[in-house]
């Protein structure tokens, strides 16, 4: 092997390691922010005030699931639209916290029926 021809090897073989270098940065940085995002979004969910639930809304969910009953899949769990039905439902009922939504219907009713 000629000195020109150890050289160019040489050249592409450092440009090699620079291109994976290059390549092994960006995946770190980006795993990071991924990881980041993640974090972040699970943070802004949690700091959502949790739902208070009073005798009367309790009563009146199950009162409400059951006449809707035939809505319910095998499973004994409803779809999004009866789970906001009734937190329509119930919204007159709320005697504190934040207003129930569809997701804490559906959070309540499963706590409910694996007691």
């Known amino acids: ?33 991924t990881v980041e995002s993640f974090i972040s979004s699970m943070a802004r969910q949690r700091s959502s005030p949790l739902a208070s639930w009073n005798d009367e809304e309790t009563a009146a969910l199950i009162q409400f699931l059951h006449t809707n009953h035939a809505e319910a899949g095998d499973n004994g769990n409803f779809k999004k639209r009866t789970y906001n039905a009734a937190a329509e439902h119930i919204s007159g009922l709320l005697t504190s916290g934040p207003p129930k939504t569809g997701e804490s219907v559906k959070n309540k009713w499963t706590s409910y029926v694996s007691v």
Do not use: P
């Not at 000629?2 to 940065?25: E, T």
């Open 1 to 33: 092997m000629n000195l020109v021809s150890k050289m160019d090897y040489q050249a592409d073989l450092n440009n090699q390691r620079l291109i994976w270098a290059s390549v092994a940065s960006l995946a770190a940085s980006l795993s990071h922010f």
